[in-house]
């Protein structure tokens, strides 16, 4: 029994999508020297220092400092978690200061921009480095091409959809089922607009429409924006039949033992969690151009264009010691997080993943209808 949602404006907000989460191809085959020469591509107060004193690694940054920068304002996301702890294993193996400094999207990419290349400055973030330019809240100016793309980092698969456990839904497959079985019914997806969760509602969406056609598609609905506890109260509410978010935000809510109106399922991960059950979009069928949509929020270093050389290849030696440390492998696991492996994290690897994953969301974000269609 679905209630009619309450419909929110569904404009796209640029601010909103500097604050919410998240690759043209580019060539792989440049070793990292030379990806640094050829170039891939405002301050604000240090949030919160990453505790990671200089270790007796070797680096021409041993004994400096060195500034991390986020494209997010929070000390308690994923954004800073993963910053915060590939910090303090680089500052050990490299031998700097490090510091992490929560600044926001606009401000970190911005540092990229005037930032001098001698590795002292380096961005950490996720896909909303270059989705921001593909959803126009930042300018082109801020394009991988004006930057350098430095090592990948990890992986957070966790974000999801979640509905009420009363609903017995398992998986995205259900939910579809459910509007088969009710041609009156229509469900409601609470999203942010420019965010992981936007193109992955959307992923699912043109699915559906390509695989059920448009008259079960037609009627998933959109609604746009909150915080993750203002989703959450719209599902208790029973405003909204599915919000979307962070495993670790709903896996409380999904124990035995939870009042039955808070109790929830999650389903439809961006990719595959260890330790946790629930299938993934791709696992479940999802799939976008013929391919199974696995969506996990990548992070990776980022440096200014002109980035020294011969710092950027300490970086990629360190953060390739970093993780197969088994030590750095246990902590991302505790997180729910993914390490990579080392030949993942190489400079041409992460360069030529990340334009491709911008590449598919550019065409993702081409096929997207409107959120102003999607919340009608």
């Known amino acids: 029994m679905k209630k009619t949602m309450k419909r929110l404006a569904a404009t796209v907000i640029a601010a909103a999508m500097a604050v919410s989460l998240a690759g043209c191809g580019g060539g792989g085959s440049q070793t990292a020297a030379t990806t640094a020469a050829a170039g891939n591509g405002g301050g604000g107060e240090a949030a919160a220092d990453a505790g990671a004193s200089a270790g007796g690694g070797e680096s021409s940054l041993k004994g400096q400092n060195v500034?991390?920068?986020?494209?997010?304002?929070?000390?308690?996301?994923?954004?800073?978690?993963?910053?915060?702890?590939?910090?303090?294993?680089?500052?050990?193996?490299?031998?700097?200061?490090?510091?992490?400094?929560?600044?926001?999207?606009?401000?970190a990419l911005d540092e990229m921009q005037n930032s001098k290349g001698?590795?002292?400055?380096?961005?950490?973030?996720?896909?909303?480095?270059?989705?921001?330019?593909?959803?126009?809240?930042?300018?082109?100016?801020y394009a991988l091409e004006n930057m350098t793309v430095g090592p990948r980092i990890g992986q957070n698969p966790g974000a999801c959809f979640g509905a009420a456990a009363e609903d017995n839904w398992n998986n995205l497959s259900d939910v579809v089922k459910y509007l088969q079985d009710n041609p009156d019914a229509t469900v409601s997806c609470n999203i942010e607009s420019g965010a992981t969760s936007h193109l992955a509602f959307v992923a699912w969406y043109l699915y559906v429409k390509e695989t059920y056609g448009e008259e079960v598609s037609g009627r998933i609905k959109a609604i746009v924006g909150g915080t993750t506890a203002e989703k959450l109260q719209r599902l208790w509410d029973r405003n909204a039949d599915i919000i979307y978010g962070d495993t670790s935000a709903f896996e409380q809510y999904t124990k035995d033992g939870v009042e039955a109106q808070l109790k929830m399922t999650m389903f439809g991960s961006c990719g595959e969690v260890e330790g946790i059950e629930i299938d993934s979009m791709a696992k479940d069928g999802v799939t976008f151009e013929g391919?199974?949509?696995?969506?996990?929020?990548?992070?990776?270093?980022?440096?200014?264009?002109?980035?020294?050389?011969?710092?950027?290849?300490?970086?990629e030696a360190a953060m390739k010691a970093v993780t197969e440390n088994p030590d750095f492998q246990a902590d991302m696991a505790k997180l729910y997080y993914n390490a990579l492996s080392a030949d993942e994290v190489g400079v041409d690897a992460s360069r030529e993943f990340i334009y491709n994953k911008r590449e598919m969301c550019t065409s993702l974000i081409n096929q997207a209808p409107s959120l102003d269609e999607l919340t009608q």
């Open 67 to 107: 500034r991390v920068v986020i494209g997010s304002t929070s000390t308690s996301g994923d954004s800073y978690m993963i910053a915060d702890l590939v910090t303090r294993y680089l500052s050990k193996e490299m031998g700097f200061n490090g510091k992490v400094d929560a600044i926001g999207n606009a401000a």
């Open 118 to 141: 001698d590795g002292k400055t380096v961005m950490m973030f996720h896909d909303m480095t270059f989705l921001s330019v593909l959803f126009g809240s930042v300018d082109e100016a």
């Open 291 to 315: 391919e199974p949509f696995d969506f996990a929020k990548d992070f990776c270093m980022y440096f200014p264009k002109d980035m020294d050389a011969n710092v950027l290849a300490e970086y």
